[in-house]
């Protein structure tokens, strides 16, 4: 079947300690994206890659950092610098022409 | 910059029933895509609807459909027959083509009551 997947769905970090969050796709999608999604502000672009070994910043990189050395995947390293990381974190892939995006099924982030 | 305003934060709506959830926008862009999506207690993101803003044509999508209005900047979206399984988060959502984000309005929360 082809999709998206992340893991964990569930992941508990203490404060100070950075934390990597997956997502793998299997669609041959060139497009991948980070959403933060918080109660009452929807969805917020985090980082974006449209390409291998290419990726920009989106509204509210501060604090995180990605990589996309492999089209199928595209890591999150949530860090310390995060101020108030705990969200739910959802993972997208997409491609031109259609410019519709597929979402994995999140991972919750709980930082104490 | 674009914006994208659901000021509906919550609606409710009898099974079988017809309901609306309006979504406008902001743009100076002539081209450009919208999207609805809904999100389910799951809260996996589904895409529900698509349209091209070069498209007079209203998209439809079985029991969904848009109204979309260029000029006004509105893309409403109507839940036809509505079931059940309709209950979820529905966002609205506008991408620039090449600028390769979206923005996504706040949300609608939608219960379907039997």
């Known amino acids: 079947d082809g999709g998206i997947t992340q893991s964990p769905k569930y992941l508990f970090r203490k404060e100070g300690q950075n934390v990597t969050l997956s997502c793998e796709q299997n669609?041959?999608?060139?497009?991948m994206y980070w959403y933060r999604q918080d109660p009452g502000q929807g969805l917020r672009l985090i980082y974006y890659s449209q390409i291998v070994n290419d990726f920009q910043k989106g509204d509210i990189a501060e604090g995180y950092s990605v990589s996309r050395e492999k089209k199928e995947s595209f890591p999150l390293t949530v860090t310390s610098a995060q101020k108030n990381p705990t969200a739910f974190y959802l993972c997208?892939?997409?491609?031109?022409?259609?410019?519709?995006?597929?979402f994995g099924p999140g991972t919750r982030l709980t930082v104490t | 910059a674009q914006t994208v305003t659901q000021s509906q934060p919550e609606m409710s709506v009898q099974e079988a029933e017809t309901v609306t959830l309006s979504c406008t926008y902001d743009?100076?862009?002539?081209?450009?895509?919208l999207f609805w999506y809904k999100q389910p207690p799951s809260r996996q993101m589904i895409l529900v609807i698509r349209q091209e803003a070069y498209k007079q044509q209203n998209a439809t999508e079985n029991r969904f459909s848009v109204n979309f209005q260029k000029a006004a900047k509105s893309f409403s979206l109507k839940i036809s027959d509505s079931q059940l399984g309709d209950t979820a988060m529905y966002f609205c959502a506008f991408m620039k083509p090449l600028g390769g984000k979206y923005i996504f309005g706040t949300g609608t929360r939608l219960k379907v009551l039997a």
């Open positions: 743009t100076s862009e002539n081209n450009y895509y």
């Open positions: 669609l041959n999608h060139d497009a």
């Open positions: 997208a892939s997409g491609t031109v022409p259609s410019y519709e995006q597929y």
